[in-house]
Nanobody, 124 residues
Framework: QVRLVESGGGLVQPGGSLRLSCTTS????????MAWFRQVPGKGREGISC????????HYTESAKGRFSISRDNTLGKVYLQMNSLKPEDTGVYLC?????????????????WGQGTQVTVSS
């Protein structure tokens, strides 16, 4: 029922840009905080950026701050991550994440959901 599908990844040279999209369905996006995580083989999953529900306040890791920008369009059910000035260390699988706190807004008994991820490779 609930689906998060990432797109927009690919191969880009250092200094380039990519715009990732997370297309959601099966729930009302405005009730969920959203985030982007990065998974690198041999390393743990790292939170890159998140955006609150309601006030839409955004948060970034120090490495992403000033280069990445997270945004959401609740009407379209989409979340975006604009990635600029990309570096090789940005390489990884980027996953979309949704979380709800208010149990009244849960749709199937779960409070959190993950997408399958989209590959981002920064290399010359």
């Amino acid at each position: 029922q609930v689906r998060l599908v990432e797109s927009g990844g690919g191969l880009v040279q250092p200094g380039g840009s990519l715009r990732l999209s997370c297309t959601t369905s099966g729930f009302t996006l405005r009730h969920y905080a959203m985030a982007w995580f990065r998974q690198v083989p041999g390393k743990g999953r790292e939170g890159i950026s998140c955006i609150d529900k309601g006030d839409g306040l955004t948060h970034y890791t120090e490495s992403a701050k000033g280069r990445f920008s997270i945004s959401r369009d609740n009407t379209l059910g989409k979340v975006y991550l604009q990635m600029n000035s990309l570096k090789p260390e940005d390489t990884g699988v980027y996953l979309c994440y949704a979380e709800v706190v208010d149990s009244d807004h849960m749709v199937d008994g779960s409070r959190e959901y993950w997408g399958q991820g989209t590959q981002v490779t920064v290399s010359s």
